[in-house]
């Protein structure tokens, strides 16, 4: 008897699952009551002022690059053989000029016009250059930016006795 109460059962639970209507998957919203009153009502439309656009900073084109700065191309010295080799240095050899002012590139150009008006070759000058803290290939572009820029008198090109 039992069997046939429990097999009745899942007949009547299948047969009314299937048979009637869809479940329901939404939720059903329930009233919350109220427990007491309000202390703060919000308001039902609010109104705030509108605030006027930050203005936009306006980006100004950049102006034109030169080929050295200003800074760069007057050491000082007044010489303009002189800036426009410590010009050179800066922008050829700028390890040469990085640890060095203007005044310091200026001595190493006189140094080298010095050496090759006393009729040293470019060697000797360079070995000199070398002295001060300056590695033996850059001592020789030394040399030749010297020769081209800053040194009065002396042809542009290296000596052909070398």
Known sequence: MRR???????????????????????????????????????????????????????????????????ATTDAGSGDAGLDRFVAAVQQHLPDVALDRRDEEVEALGQEACAGLRAGKTDTAVAGEIGAEDVTPADARKLVTLARSTACPGRPKVADPAQ
Do not use: D
């Open 4 to 70: 046939i109460g429990v097999l009745t059962g899942i007949v009547v639970l299948l047969g009314t699952a299937a048979c009637g209507s869809p479940a329901r998957s939404a939720a059903v919203p329930v009233p919350a009551a109220s427990a007491g009153p309000v202390l703060n009502p919000v308001p039902e439309t609010t109104t705030t002022a509108a605030q006027a656009a930050a203005p936009r900073p306006r980006h100004t084109p950049h102006a034109p690059r030169s080929a050295a700065p200003a």
